[in-house]
């Protein structure tokens, strides 16, 4: 379950899975071949029905920590029950880890340690990311939303245990999608700083962790634009809360509306719009309520 040093600050690689063994099997393999001496796996199943926690426990044994659901939960509420085990475990350092993510460098968390350690203001690093091609999908390039620089991915990065306890965890609320910037955020008000690290990496397939569906994807993602600027509105001019809305929102999700048109899905279309309407009028009439993490 658990490698100890005395002298090597402990890890804890926590990953989210929900009915996808053989994906699940590839990613925690992938882990076993990172070399650190003090490394705890924790797998947080969100309520499987095909039976797949019961093989992961007889393939892998006492080398997971399980934590799980007997219901689905949120991506965040998922997340933050693995974090918590983690630190209750004794990890400095946590790892939001992809089921789809593996072909990790052998010395991945030697080098996240590294630059953590280099530097106490230093609450979340994270690395190159590859794709099952082999090119670069992220390279510490800045990705900006909402003003918010992001040179970490985040499909997959390490958070610091002191960052968690001042910040808190990842956004319940929101559950999924603009989460990563939210906690971005949070963390920069507070004084923290992100790094990015090329010198390691891992390949990322997409799609494992999170189910997509039309609904979800559409209904959520315009929910939450409009939710993150509740949350932090007084922080962000009129002009950019438009030009995030409707950028990030609208013009991006009705791309998916005019494509399905363009092949004759009518209904899939219907479904598309009907989705991100449901999600703005929800977005703009219910109030947000502050996650209590």
Known sequence: MISKSQSTPCVGMVMLQYNRYDLTCLALDAIKKIVYDNMVVILVDNGSEDNSLEKLKKKYGDWIVYEESNHRISYCEAYNL??????????????????????????????????????????????????????????????????????????????????????????????????DLDYLKRLRDEGFRTQYVDSVSYVHMGSGTIIRTNYDFHFLRM???????????????????????????????????????????????????????????????????????
Not at 82 to 96: D, E, I, Q, R, T
Not at 105 to 120: M, R
Not at 240 to 248: D, E
Not at 250 to 273: M, Q
């Open 82 to 179: 693995g974090f918590k085990k983690a630190l209750s475990l004794g990890a400095k350092y946590v790892h939001l880890t992809h089921n789809d993510s593996y072909d990790y460098s052998s010395n991945y968390l030697d080098e996240i340690v590294k630059a953590f350690e280099s530097d106490v203001s230093i609450a979340l690093v994270g690395t190159r990311v590859m794709s099952p091609e082999g090119h670069i999908d992220w390279g510490g390039e800045n990705r900006a939303k909402f003003g918010i620089d992001m040179d970490t991915p985040t499909c997959g990065y390490a958070i610091s245990k002191n960052s968690l306890e001042k910040v808190g965890y990842l956004d319940e609320t929101l559950g999924v999608y603009f989460e």
């Open 223 to 293: 929910r939450n634009i409009f939710w993150f600027f509740k949350k932090h509105g007084r922080d962000y001019s009129m002009s950019l809360k438009f030009r995030s809305i409707f950028g990030l929102g609208w013009k991006y999700h009705l791309s998916f509306f005019f494509a399905a048109l363009k092949k004759g899905l009518i209904f899939k279309a219907a479904f598309i719009l009907y989705a991100n309407l449901k999600g703005s009028i929800v977005g703009i009439l219910f109030p947000y309520k502050k996650s209590r993490c």
